[in-house]
């Protein structure tokens, strides 16, 4: 077993996700409980639990996630913009220790976040 969190089982296939993209590097899936029209999160397989221990050996595959996303958001109808999230720990809202970036979009987003 990768970890014991939900989105090490979605890489696994122990449990089902709405999987939109599968490479060597990364998953992306629609999010269970959608807070914009397009709600997707990108993972990946590596096992990283938070954002604050990427280290410098990441910075491709994060470059990657990142690539993922624009490719994702043209496939997703999302030209006049999106949001990408990543929260980190307790305070940053996080609720699954697995890194994973939101892209979300097809409404106005509104700043500050809560
Ligand atoms: P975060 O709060 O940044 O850790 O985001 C975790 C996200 O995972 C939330 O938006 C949840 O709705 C989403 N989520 C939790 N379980 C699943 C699942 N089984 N499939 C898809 N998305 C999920």
């Known amino acids: 077993m990768l970890a014991d969190n939900i989105f090490a089982k979605i890489i696994e296939g122990k449990i ?31 096992i990283i639990p938070t954002h604050d221990t990427l280290t410098a050996e990441d910075g491709p595959l994060v470059g990657h996630l990142n690539l993922v996303a624009v490719k994702l958001a043209g496939e997703l109808g999302l030209a006049d913009g999106y949001r990408l999230v990543i929260n980190c720990k307790d305070q940053g809202g996080q609720t699954v220790p697995h890194l994973h970036m939101h892209l979300m979009g097809g409404r106005p987003l509104h700043w500050p976040p809560g």
């Open 16 to 46: 089902p996700a709405r999987i939109i993209h599968d490479d060597a590097h990364c998953l992306a899936f629609h999010d269970v409980h959608p807070q914009a029209p397009v709600h997707v999160l990108i993972i990946p397989k590596k």
